[in-house]
T-cell receptor, first 114, second 113 residues
Framework: KAGVTQTPRYLIKTRGQQVTLSCSPI?????VSWYQQTPGQGLQFLFE???????NKGNFPGRFSGRQFSNSRSEMNVSTLELGDSALYLC?????????????FGQGTRLTVV | SQQGEEDPQALSIQEGENATMNCSYK?????LQWYRQNSGRGLVHLIL?????REKHSGRLRVTLDTSKKSSSLLITASRAADTASYFC?????????????FGKGTTLSVSS
């Protein structure tokens, strides 16, 4: 069974630009969550989607948005990039949506904002 | 915001020794999970313990959970160099519909041969 696939693996963007990251969950998994990891703040929850609906949202500004498609693939978008958005963005998929099963993580997208 | 806090922040041991990491959290939980991360790559799920469980084993891993103290510990027995990684605890808040996990800042484990 293929794991969680995130694309691209690395990105370099300029301040003010926008970026879209993609995540393909494990087949059959309907829940997709996104996390931001930085040295200073650690791993922080961005949002979670289940059956194309956002179920939970972390404490991030509106510049961070996401969506999920009918095939469970998910994208997250960051607009008007800031230097502080440089981070490892991790996507995780889960079989069910009530926190009772483990999350399977992708390898992440390393975003650098210059 | 972080809910889990791991202790110690860093741990260095020799191969064959045991490694113990602790995690404290703040609110009631549905379950607590431990993950491993190698060099800024993706996280690998190690073990999940539900709020009504007190201890769980998986291979060389032993996890305990004390909900009255809001704390958990991860014991890795007979450590190997390949266990060198960062270890994170993550909690699933009680009564939360969804799979949002709240992570601690992690313990960096270094196992030397």
């Amino acid at each position: 069974k293929a794991g969680v696939t995130q694309t691209p693996r690395y990105l370099i963007k300029t301040r003010g630009q926008q970026v879209t990251l993609s995540c393909s969950p494990i087949s059959g998994h309907r829940s997709v969550s996104w996390y931001q990891q930085t040295p200073g703040q650690g791993l922080q929850f961005l949002f979670e989607y289940f059956s194309e609906t956002q179920r939970n949202k972390g404490n991030f500004p509106g510049r961070f948005s996401g969506r999920q498609f009918s095939n469970s693939r998910s994208e997250m978008n960051v607009s008007t990039l800031e230097l502080g958005d440089s981070a490892l963005y991790l996507c995780a998929s889960s079989l069910v949506s009530f926190g009772n099963t483990e999350a399977f993580f992708g390898q992440g997208t390393r975003l650098t904002v210059v | 915001s972080q809910q889990g806090e791991e202790d110690p922040q860093a741990l260095s041991i020799q191969e064959g020794e045991n490694a113990t990491m602790n995690c404290s959290y703040k609110t009631s939980i549905n379950n607590l999970q431990w993950y491993r991360q190698n060099s800024g790559r993706g996280l690998v799920h190690l073990i999940l313990i539900r709020s009504n469980e007190r201890e769980k084993h998986s291979g060389r891993l032993r996890v305990t959970l004390d909900t009255s103290k809001k704390s958990s510990s991860l014991l890795i027995t007979a450590s190997r160099a390949a266990d060198t990684a960062s270890y994170f605890c993550a909690t699933a808040p009680l009564n939360q519909a969804g799979t949002a996990l709240i992570f601690g800042k992690g313990t960096t484990l270094s196992v030397s041969s």
